[in-house]
């Protein structure tokens, strides 16, 4: 098992002494003991991306946010903009550790945006688990892989008519996305992007399909 810290980049700025823009960076440091070199790559990926999160944030959405600001000068009103990235661990035993972050954008408007990723890492070797890793990715166990999402679609409209597009079992298929999958216990779980299969108030959907080739090292 794997110790985290949390590390945080963060700030409020300002334009003329107006807010107009603020953003707030979390990211995962691990301390090991499997292998620390294997530690300090995936503490390296993740210190990166927060660099590049934060310059992002500081140099391109601040920059149109003051662009924004001065639009509203002349009579049209202005939000600030907001910049989130939250990272969960879902699943930290033995060697393995899986995660997700969502990244939540604001730049005005009726609502924000919020795109997920995900990594699950062997920390032995500091290289990333595949989904093909723990579920066989052939034509035949993908279709069940499918229809195990589709039934979990209906279960849910009918509980709730309209959380999913109605055309949701070709949108299921043309969206899925492999990378798109974390690891809790015993199982694991794909998500699909807002907007893939079901409109914004739905969020982020989530379906659970059963671990083959790791299970008896998750459960």
Known sequence: MQI?????????MYFDNTFV????????SFHT????SAAQIIND????????????????LFKQAVNDLKYSQEGQPANSYTFV??????????????????T???????????????????????TRIKLNDIYPLF?????????????????????????????FRVLSRSAFDENNFYLESCHGVIYYQQYDVAPYSTG????????????????
């Open 4 to 12: 985290v810290a949390r590390k945080t980049l963060e700030d409020k």
């Open 45 to 60: 990926y993740y210190f990166s991306a927060a660099k590049r999160a934060e310059d992002y944030c500081r140099n391109t």
């Open 139 to 167: 034509p035949s166990s993908l279709f069940q892989l499918q229809n195990c999402i589709n039934q979990q679609i209906e279960e849910r409209l009918s509980a709730n008519p309209g959380s999913f597009f109605d055309d």
């Open 104 to 126: 939540y954008t604001y730049m005005g408007g009726a609502h924000g945006e919020t795109k997920r990723t995900s990594d699950t890492w062997n920390f032995n070797t500091g």
């Open 21 to 28: 823009f603020d953003y707030k960076i979390s990211y995962p």
């Open 85 to 102: 990235s939250s990272y969960k661990i879902t699943y930290n035993a033995q060697c393995i550790v899986s995660l997700y972050t969502d």
């Open 204 to 219: 982020i959907p989530e379906f659970y399909f059963p671990l083959c080739a790791v299970s008896h090292l998750l459960c």
């Open 33 to 36: 003991s499997c292998d620390v």
